[in-house]
């Protein structure tokens, strides 16, 4: 009964391939999101969806793109992996708009390295 | 826009002294402040949030923070740690602007308590 999972765990892949990270939440949030945390652990936003709908599209390459098939599920789908793109990626969940203003749920990250 | 600053980088302490981690917010409009914790390999899990009411605000694990609005600060403490308490620590901030309320994170501060 985990709130929010994402899959897979870990990913490593080569160069120019193509890979997609799963991200489910059973919340009932109306608001996801996707952040990349680098090796300094910084946290960054890529893409916010609320209610299916992108709100928030920071400037990432456009190899990324989310998809959002209904409200409990944000995919990210990644074309002509770099080697920059290695890093940890959160998937998180929140109810947006109302009284948890914005407190967020995390996924338990997936690890991909581009080798 | 909204953005965080967390001072410190590193802070490390021995087992059962006192820590204070520093975080400080700017934004134009009224905020939401979090504490994340971030343990090795994990996801981030939220350790306390100040919505409104009183500025002393309780967590999990002992901490609390005190959300002071002439400093914009909202720095978390802890009177006792213990080696368990070494992690990263998130301070975050979200608002309305843009009609959500996304969360904004600091760079982090790792924690490390020694014996």
């Known amino acids: 009964d985990t709130a929010v999972s994402q899959t897979p765990k870990y990913l490593v892949t080569q160069m120019g391939n193509d890979k997609s990270i799963k991200c489910e939440q059973n919340l009932g949030h109306d608001t996801m999101y996707w952040y990349k945390q680098d090796s300094k652990k910084f946290l960054k936003i890529m893409f916010s969806?609320?209610?299916?709908?992108?709100?928030i599209n920071e400037t990432v390459p456009n190899r990324f793109s989310p998809k959002s098939p209904d409200k409990a599920h944000l995919n990210l789908h990644i074309n002509s992996l770099e080697l920059g793109d290695s890093a940890v990626y959160f998937c998180?969940?929140?109810?947006?708009?109302?009284?948890?203003?914005?407190?967020?749920?995390f996924g338990q990250g997936t690890r991909l390295t581009v080798v | 826009a909204q953005s965080v600053t967390q001072l410190d980088s590193q802070v490390p302490v021995f087992e059962e002294a006192p820590v204070e981690l520093r975080c400080n917010y700017s934004?134009?409009?009224?905020?939401?402040l979090f504490w994340y914790v971030q343990y090795p390999n994990q996801g981030l899990q939220l350790l306390l949030k100040y919505l409104s009411g009183s500025t002393l605000v309780k967590g999990i694990n002992g901490f609390e923070a005190e959300f002071n609005k002439s400093q914009t600060s909202f720095h978390l403490r802890k009177p006792s740690v213990h080696i368990s308490d070494t992690a990263e620590y998130f301070c975050?901030?979200?608002?309305?602007?843009?009609?959500?309320?996304?969360?904004?994170f600091g760079r982090g501060t790792s924690l490390i308590v020694h014996p």
């Open positions: 975050a901030v979200s608002d309305r602007s843009g009609g959500s309320y996304i969360p904004t």
């Open positions: 934004s134009s409009v009224s905020v939401y």
């Open positions: 998180a969940s929140s109810q947006g708009v109302g009284q948890a203003k914005g407190e967020a749920f």
């Open positions: 969806y609320n209610n299916k709908e992108l709100i």
